[in-house]
């Protein structure tokens, strides 16, 4: 008989998770990986020296796929022959995600435009969509239609006018079909076989066949990621994103069993984190044991039974309060609360991506069919990021009218902060409007 080796997750309090996690993670530790860095600096500027050249030379390098310059773009066959490898029910659930996000985004965007008015000055907010956008999308073992639902959609709702999705081929040169559908369905109008870092300087400086975009988004590797940040000094890109994570905030009401699931489903991404935080030992040693019994026949199994043992942990506070401090701190991208406080205990939360409440609310659901975008700010950055959304790629400005009486009532404040900072031609500026009537 095979032993089946033992879920040994580790089991701290609040003081030890101090300092084994909080004092590891951003931004206590900023970390660049200078290799890494390199890797993709070299890979950037090959693609601005040589171009498509370049761009076909790495395609065969790191996905085993020989194009010619007239294959990398997707044509519209390729999209035809990917309908028939979908069947009905894809098709109508892409179909059905992206309509629960079209319609919260747009939720979104009418807040953004208002009006304002007050003592003889109106004020206009207003917002105008970026032009040309890229959308990297994850393809090859690991292949994500519902990210290029959760990446375009917010896009088309602001307004953006074109769109370019970028996605590596697999061996015969193809990309996952479903991608091709989700793309269609999005009302994408370019797509490319063209994957990595190189992708990414491909969509920031352009090649031959690819024109630079204005803003680029969207999930990678830790090569994609390193190349867009070389790139942002040149153009916008959207918010860190590394390894998914599940934080879950659970009290004596807890299904042990629902917490069990809710981690394992966050730990078949690669190197994922899940930490379940509550203040019940039983809590604790109740999860514990189901991990253990569900772990030895999940799907996926060795990459959920590395990422708990490895990654994960349980973490045991004294208080709600502290839970929460803890919480905070760790600012993480998916939180989940079980509690019978769950709101009460929300409006206390400052820094997560998400945050999720009640047993019926799994991040599996929000990662799909919630109409939230699942493209959140991982790694500690939800404490001075927020999740992608139609404000990513729109511009905000206002139009501002002010009549003589406003003017007038405004005056002497002008006057006093413009002479205390030297600036005595704004107040000419206006005081001579006031001479001469």
């Given amino acids: 008989m095979i032993n089946k080796p033992r879920l040994k997750i580790r089991i701290l309090d609040y003081a030890d998770a101090q300092t084994s996690i909080l004092k590891k993670r951003w931004p206590n530790v900023k970390k660049v990986d200078r290799e890494v860095t390199e890797k993709a600096r070299a890979i950037v500027d090959d693609i601005v020296k040589r171009g498509d050249i370049a761009l076909l030379d790495y395609t065969e390098k790191f996905d085993g796929v020989r194009l010619s310059a007239d294959q990398i773009k997707v044509e519209k066959d390729d999209i035809k022959r990917a309908y028939r490898k979908a069947s009905k029910e894809q098709i109508s659930a892409i179909k059905f995600i992206k309509k ?7 939720k979104i965007l009418k807040r953004v435009v208002f009006e304002y008015e007050a003592n003889g000055i109106r004020i206009q907010s207003c917002a105008s969509p970026i032009r040309r ?13 519902s990210s290029l ?29 479903l991608i091709l559908v989700a793309a269609d369905i999005c009302c994408v109008d370019e797509i490319y076989r063209v994957g990595g870092a190189q992708a990414i300087a491909a969509m920031a400086y352009g090649t031959q066949t690819i024109r630079p975009v204005d803003k680029l988004v969207g999930p990678g590797n830790k090569f994609v990621v390193a190349a867009k940040m070389l790139v942002s000094k040149d153009l916008p890109v959207d918010i860190p994103a590394g390894p998914s994570e599940i934080v879950v905030l659970a009290d004596e009401s807890a299904d042990a069993r629902i917490v069990a699931l809710d981690m394992i489903s966050q730990s078949e991404h690669v190197d994922s ?60 991208e998916h939180l989940e609360i079980f509690s019978a406080n769950g709101w009460k205990i929300a409006e206390q939360i400052d820094s997560a991506g998400l945050v999720l409440i009640g047993r019926y609310s799994p991040v599996a659901a929000s990662d799909y069919c919630f109409g939230t975008v699942h493209v959140l700010p991982t790694g500690g950055f939800s404490r001075v990021h927020s ?10 400005f206002n139009i501002a009218e002010c009549s003589r009486r406003g003017l007038d009532e405004i005056r002497k404040p002008i006057t006093e902060i413009a002479n205390a900072e030297g600036l005595l031609n704004h107040v000419l500026a206006v005081e001579g409007r006031f001479k001469d009537e």
């Fill in 273 to 332: 984190v899940a930490i379940l935080v509550t203040t019940s030992q039983k809590v604790a040693e109740s999860v514990r044991m189901e991990l253990q019994k569900a772990v030895e026949k999940v799907p996926n199994r060795e990459m959920v039974f590395r990422n708990l043992v490895e990654n994960s942990c349980i973490i045991i506070c004294r208080t709600v309060k502290e839970a929460i401090d803890f919480i905070n701190k760790y600012a993480p």
């Fill in 100 to 106: 629960r996000v079209e319609n919260f985004q747009k």
């Fill in 387 to 396: 999740g992608l959304s139609v404000l990513d790629f729109i511009k905000r």
């Fill in 133 to 145: 956008l890229g959308c990297y999308i994850p393809g090859g073992a690991a292949s994500y239609p």
């Fill in 149 to 177: 639902v959760m990446t375009v959609t917010p896009a088309k709702v602001a307004g953006v006018s074109e769109i370019a999705v970028f996605s590596p081929p697999r061996t015969l040169g193809e990309i996952d079909p």
